[in-house]
């Protein structure tokens, strides 16, 4: 809905609302039909409030009706008659209406948008997988012949540190059309009875490399009375080494990323800890996004691939504020099967 068009239709809304209400006004307390009629159209605005704006345009037409109708009612009052009650039970239903008109509305809303979103991911997805199974055979023949000849040159041949950044940025462009096949396509899981502990540890293992690059320590704190939990060991690995790994490269030197799980009722938690300079909040509902990215050479992949892959096992991912500085990356599993 563009800016001008919702303009039209609040004043739209409250212009019927003010119009009937003067009809009201203007018409004798005896012409109690034309009363009757006029109460009638208060629906109107009541719909397209509804309609245009959800629940809470609903409900705010509904409370401006009632505070523009409610003097109409004390000035008719005849002390608890037929006419009063019919009035009051008026008003309630405008109330009650507006509540309901709002929730569908807001939920028609709501799932239209999913719908939508689904589709544009869909045709996005099919593009995405077309663009990299095309990229995909080129720059696996341009990695093998620049290697083949990196072998035959010279150790001490200037042309071997040219091919060394073809081959480096080969190795990139390889690695980017993995993750652009690995999101466009769905999630097949092979769960098994897993244990999320001797996950984390796995992951911080393979990251300590990359730590000890960027001088950043990986702590853990792993709850010794976390459950079995059905999940896929390969794809949860991928997931939380993409995590660990954003949180080494977000960490400042000399700072610390914790891992942690623990247990919550039916669910079990995994947190990534980390001590970097956090995420704007302007910014902070696109990081799931497909090509979104704040790293100066990151792809905008690595998160879109981990939130698939945790919302394939029934969980959730969500990103948190730290009391001090950095991020919190919560990954939520259920403990059965979902």
Same mark, same amino acid.
């Given at each position: 809905m563009g800016r001008r068009a919702k303009v039209y239709k609040i004043i739209l809304v409250i212009g019927l609302t003010i119009i009937i209400s003067l009809f009201h006004y203007l018409t004798q307390r005896q012409e109690m039909y034309y009363h009757l009629f006029y109460r009638e159209l208060y629906f109107l605005p009541l719909i397209l409030g509804g309609v245009w704006f959800g629940l809470r345009g609903a409900v705010l037409t509904s409370l401006s009706i009632t505070i523009l109708y409610f003097p109409i009612v004390v000035n008719y009052w005849q002390g608890f008659s037929v006419n009063d009650f019919d009035q009051i039970l008026g008003l309630l239903l405008f109330n009650i209406?507006?509540?309901?008109?709002?929730?569908? +509305?807001?939920?028609?809303?709501? @799932?239209?948008?999913? #719908?939508?979103?689904?589709?544009? $991911?869909?045709? $996005?997805? *099919? !593009?995405? +997988?077309?663009?990299?199974?095309? %990229?995909? !055979?080129? $720059?696996?023949?341009?990695?093998?012949? !620049?290697? +083949?000849?990196?072998?035959?040159?010279?150790? &001490? /041949?200037?042309?071997?540190?040219?091919?060394?950044?073809?081959? &480096?940025?080969?190795? *990139? #462009?390889? =690695? #980017?059309?993995? =993750? %652009?096949?690995?999101?466009?396509?769905?999630?097949?899981? @092979?769960? /098994? +009875?897993?244990? #999320? @502990?001797?996950?984390?540890?796995?992951?911080?293992?393979? !990251?300590? &490399?990359l730590a000890k690059q960027r001088n950043v320590k990986i702590e853990t704190h792993l709850s010794s009375s976390l459950p079995a939990i059905n999940l896929d060991p390969v794809a949860m690995e991928r997931a939380i080494l993409n995590l660990i790994g954003n949180a080494v490269q977000a960490s400042s030197e000399g700072g610390v990323v914790t891992v942690q799980t623990e247990r919550l009722g039916d669910e079990v938690v995994l947190s990534v800890v980390d001590c970097g300079p956090g995420i704007p909040l302007e910014i902070r509902p696109e990081i799931f996004s497909l090509f979104f990215t704040t790293k100066k050479e990151g792809t905008g992949l690595g998160l879109p691939i981990a939130s698939k892959i945790i919302d394939a096992h029934g969980g959730r991912i969500e990103a948190d504020d730290n009391v001090e500085k950095g991020m919190t990356f919560k990954v939520t599993l259920p403990v059965g099967r979902s």
């Open positions: 209406v507006a509540i309901i008109l709002g929730f569908i +509305s807001g939920r028609e809303k709501a @799932n239209l948008k999913a #719908l939508q979103e689904a589709e544009t $991911l869909a045709a $996005l997805g *099919r !593009t995405v +997988s077309g663009i990299a199974h095309d %990229m995909k !055979t080129p $720059l696996v023949a341009i990695g093998g012949y !620049t290697r +083949s000849i990196k072998r035959k040159l010279a150790r &001490e /041949d200037p042309v071997q540190e040219k091919l060394d950044v073809i081959v &480096e940025e080969t190795q *990139r #462009l390889e =690695d #980017l059309t993995k =993750d %652009m096949l690995a999101y466009a396509r769905p999630v097949p899981l @092979n769960r /098994d +009875s897993g244990d #999320l @502990n001797r996950l984390a540890r796995e992951c911080c293992r393979i !990251t300590e &490399e």
